[in-house]
């Protein structure tokens, strides 16, 4: 059972361009959202988050938007750089829950 | 750099083997919690531990323990291996373990042969 889920595995943009990577959930109890990113052969990195109590959130080129009666966040970069070229996790957890529940991710590939 | 240190990078074994995997937390971080990434899969909730104590379980199979040692690091211990062991481990660190980023290790490839 997949609480949360990335159903795209990849997503490509031109540089400059706005990159959108979407997220799901199931279970009505996750009330904080994070993303991470993660490069090839490091852990992943810890990008933005978002606590349910809020709509939006933002830092620099990386916003993240929550819909909490459709059950959906996503996280906008803008503009991408190909630096940004990683796999993107959603993540989420439950109040007092100490487990953090991720999604399978999505790659992100920033065309120069 | 996350802070987290996650030993060794690499570790090839054979099935049946038992193997301890180590980790050291960021300096602070009082919380320690071990995830599994298995192919194409997404990272998968092993266990937590705040303070030496266990706080929370996942889908740990009991081939595979942990503990957290009185100065914070922790090991996970892998015994009677399998194929389907393989899988990249990693270690992350939190400073309560609650509705705070995790702060993760590079990780440890274990391939079982």
């Known amino acids: 059972d997949q609480q949360v889920k990335q159903n795209s595995p990849s997503l490509s943009v031109q540089e400059g361009r706005i990159s959108i990577l979407n997220c799901d959930y199931t279970?009505?109890?996750?009330?904080?959202f994070l993303w991470y990113k993660k490069y090839p052969a490091e852990g992943p990195t810890f990008l933005i988050s978002?606590?349910?109590?809020?709509d939006k959130n933002e830092d620099g080129r990386f916003t993240v938007f929550l819909n909490k009666s459709a059950k959906h966040l996503s996280l906008h970069i803008v503009p991408s750089q190909p630096g940004d070229s990683a796999v993107y996790f959603c993540?989420?957890?439950?109040?007092?829950?100490?487990?953090?529940?991720f999604g399978k991710g999505t790659k992100l590939t920033v065309n120069p | 750099d996350s802070g987290v240190t996650q030993t060794p990078k690499h570790l090839i074994t054979a099935t049946g083997q038992r193997v301890t995997l180590r980790c050291s937390p960021r300096?602070?971080?009082?919380?320690v919690y071990w995830y599994q990434q298995s192919l194409d899969q997404g990272l998968q909730f092993l266990i937590q531990?705040?303070?030496?104590?266990?706080?929370a379980k996942g889908n740990i199979l009991e081939r595979f323990s942990a503990q957290q040692f009185p100065d914070l690091h922790s090991e996970l211990n892998l015994s009677s291996l399998e194929l389907g062991d393989s899988a990249l481990y990693f270690c992350?660190?939190?400073?309560?373990?609650?509705?705070?980023?995790?702060?993760f290790g590079n990780g440890t490839r274990l391939t079982v042969t």
């Open positions: 992350a660190s939190s400073p309560t373990g609650t509705d705070s980023p995790l702060h």
């Open positions: 279970n009505s109890m996750f009330d904080y």
């Open positions: 978002i606590s349910s109590i809020k």
């Open positions: 993540a989420a957890s439950a109040h007092g829950s100490e487990k953090l529940v």
């Open positions: 300096s602070g971080d009082l919380s």
């Open positions: 531990y705040y303070n030496g104590e266990e706080r």
